[in-house]
T-cell receptor
Framework: GAVVSQHPSWVICKSGTSVKIECRSL??????MFWYRQFPKQSLMLMAT?????????EQGVEKDKFLINHASLTLSTLTVTSAHPEDSSFYIC?????????????FGDGTRLSIL | DAKTTQPNSMESNEEEPVHLPCNHS???????IHWYRQLPSQGPEYVIH???SNVNNRMASLAIAEDRKSSTLILHRATLRDAAVYYC???????????FGKGTKLTVNP
């Protein structure tokens, strides 16, 4: 079946560091990928829609200069958390759907746990 | 986005069927009903989706009410590995966007 891979799975870094998270679709091409954030004991919150070859679309309240998204190829989207602070510590998850048909299910990565000290 | 309402939690015993309800009284004609589940410390996993007719796959069955204002995810024989948070999500026709609610935390007792 379709697989979405995220890397790294766990990051611990100092405050002020920028952190890049990769999301790859391993056996299909994805023109659109999605980035979510999940705090402990809460649901997933959609942050942005990553569009291959164009600018990402951010949800209301998400700082685009803080969370940089690049979707340079049909199989890779990256999320960079710039100048990360402790409040950015969270579980970040990406997803993509396979195929061009409408209403295809989303395939999710296993998430990246980010801890800012 | 059309909203869904699910119980916060449910319990089941292993090997027994589980019926997870979802209310979506404001569903529009082009909204698909999707179900995902999330195991602890993992990304969500697709379970099933449908529009009007009931659906079956290897994981579960989806029963959709005739007026489409509610649906039920059916796990035919719960296992310990089915313990997860189950999310019922309405997806607009032609959209890929998922908006997650709080979901139902399913506990499966041995």
């Amino acid at each position: 079946g379709a697989v979405v891979s995220q890397h790294p799975s766990w990051v611990i870094c100092k405050s002020g560091t920028s952190v890049k998270i990769e999301c790859r679709s391993l056996d299909f091409q994805a023109t659109t990928m999605f980035w979510y954030r999940q705090f402990p004991k809460q649901s997933l919150m959609l942050m942005a829609t990553s569009n291959e070859g164009s600018k990402a679309t951010y949800e209301q309240g998400v700082e685009k200069d803080k969370f940089l998204i690049n979707h340079a190829s049909l199989t890779l989207s990256t999320l960079t958390v710039t100048s990360a602070h402790p409040e950015d510590s969270s579980f970040y998850i990406c997803s993509a759907s396979r195929g061009a048909a409408l209403n295809q299910p989303q395939h999710f990565g296993d998430g990246t746990r980010l801890s800012i000290l | 986005d059309a909203k869904t309402t699910q119980p916060n939690s449910m319990e089941s015993n292993e090997e027994e069927p589980v019926h997870l309800p979802c209310n979506h009284s404001t569903i529009s004609g082009t909204d698909y009903i999707h179900w995902y589940r999330q195991l602890p410390s993992q990304g969500p996993e697709y379970v099933i989706h449908g529009l009007t007719s009931n659906v079956n796959n290897r994981m579960a069955s989806l029963a959709i009410a005739e007026d489409r204002k509610s649906s039920t995810l059916i796990l035919h024989r719960a296992t310990l590995r089915d313990a997860a948070v189950y999310y019922c999500i309405l997806v607009q026709g032609g959209s890929e966007k998922l908006v997650f609610g709080k979901g139902t935390k399913l506990t499966v007792n041995p």
